[in-house]
């Protein structure tokens, strides 16, 4: 880990925080995007993260189990350097796949990131808490399509973000930030689009963000 405080995010990124339950645990799934806008305004933040929890329900909801739910969409935006722009949508969207979670609130969907990018230790991961009983064989594994049908919920989700605009808000790209290389801090950092994603065949933890 570089010594020294961390740099700032890059000018034009915005750090997404979408937030809910699983059972009666707190979970966080953190992910950032870069933007676009002529005139960035609180307003039209406001409407992107009314989106994305749209996105959310609309595409994601469908592979958590009924117990869980997303209540929050949480936007830290850096439209120009040493300026932030904050806003929410706390609309609540549960599962909608019948039947309950896993019974270790902690279980996740893995989704692995390509971004034409060398990470070292591995490439970006978004853990998607609320993994039905039905779809785990073995204490771990996903069964049948269920893989496939998390990878192409996630898909469904990132494109309804980054299609069309959101106020003045004419591009939302999804990906990742690196702070660092190695053992050293980015000067400024950088963003990184993603390009394509998969899901990971056994289950992970998402125990991070999980609190509570």
């Known amino acids: 880990m570089p010594t020294g405080p961390r740099p700032a995010p890059p000018a034009g990124t915005c750090r997404c925080s979408v937030s809910g339950l699983v059972q009666?645990?707190?979970?966080?799934?953190?992910f950032?995007?870069?933007?676009?806008s002529a005139n960035p305004q609180l307003a039209d933040l406001t409407a992107l993260a009314s989106k994305i929890s749209q996105a959310w329900a609309t595409h994601i909801s469908a592979i958590q189990a009924a117990d869980t739910s997303?209540?929050?969409?949480?936007?830290?935006?850096?439209?120009?350097?040493?300026?932030?722009?904050?806003?929410?949508?706390?609309?609540?969207?549960?599962?909608?796949?019948?039947?309950?979670?896993?019974q270790y609130a902690g279980a996740?969907?893995?989704?692995?990131?390509?971004?034409?990018?060398?990470?070292?230790?591995?490439?970006?991961?978004?853990?998607?808490?609320?993994?039905?009983?039905?779809?785990?064989?073995?204490g771990s594994t996903l069964t049948g399509t269920y893989p496939d049908d998390?990878?192409?919920?996630?898909?469904?989700?990132?494109?309804?973000?980054?299609?069309?605009p959101a106020g003045g808000i004419t591009t939302s790209t999804c990906g990742t930030v690196r702070f660092q290389s190695k053992d050293a801090w980015l000067v400024?950092?950088?963003?990184?689009?993603?390009?394509?994603?998969s899901c990971r065949p056994t289950l992970g933890t998402i125990k991070a963000r999980l609190t509570e």
Request: net charge neutral.
């Open 70 to 102: 997303m209540n929050n969409v949480l936007l830290v935006w850096t439209p120009t350097a040493g300026n932030e722009i904050v806003s929410s949508d706390s609309t609540s969207h549960p599962g909608t796949f019948p039947g309950t979670s896993a």
């Open 32 to 36: 950032w995007l870069n933007l676009t």
């Open 188 to 197: 400024p950092p950088t963003f990184v689009p993603w390009q394509s994603h």
């Open 108 to 138: 996740s969907y893995v989704i692995n990131h390509r971004t034409g990018s060398y990470y070292r230790g591995g490439h970006p991961r978004s853990y998607v808490p609320g993994v039905p009983v039905g779809h785990i064989a073995n």
């Open 150 to 164: 998390a990878a192409g919920a996630w898909a469904g989700f990132v494109d309804a973000i980054q299609t069309g």
């Open 24 to 30: 009666t645990h707190k979970w966080a799934c953190i």
